[in-house]
Nanobody, 124 residues
């Protein structure tokens, strides 16, 4: 079992930045790909970014390409999502998830473990 806990969400003005963290316990994340997803009120959960188990492969949704960066620190058993140039449409609850296959995917059903989410609100 992998327990995931997200943190770093909050209220920020349009154009601002936040860094989300996804900390794991129970098992090392080093053999898991990790993805970030988000769900805005009244909308389905959508893919944001993913990183392979090695950290050498990354994948981004078109809507965040060039603004968000996903990274991982194996020593801290943590994955980060640096979010810059935030827009009001980035407002959502952000979830991290772990995929034992290890390569990273944009598909929700590929992920085995999920965190509880952290809320991000971007004001205009």
């Amino acid at each position: 079992q992998v327990q995931l806990v997200e943190s770093g969400g909050g209220l920020v003005q349009s154009g601002g930045s936040l860094r989300l963290s996804c900390a794991a316990s129970g098992r090392t994340l080093s053999r898991y790909a990790v993805g970030w997803f988000r769900q805005a009120p009244g909308k389905e959960r959508e893919f944001v970014a993913a990183i392979s188990w090695s950290g050498t492969g990354t994948l981004y949704a078109d809507s965040v390409m060039g603004r968000f960066t996903i990274s991982r620190d194996s020593a801290k058993n943590t994955v980060y999502l640096q979010m810059n140039s935030l827009k009001p449409e980035d407002t959502a609850v952000y979830y991290c998830a772990a995929d034992h296959v290890g390569y990273g995917s944009s598909q929700l059903q590929e992920y085995d473990y999920w965190g509880q989410g952290t809320e991000v609100t971007v004001s205009s």
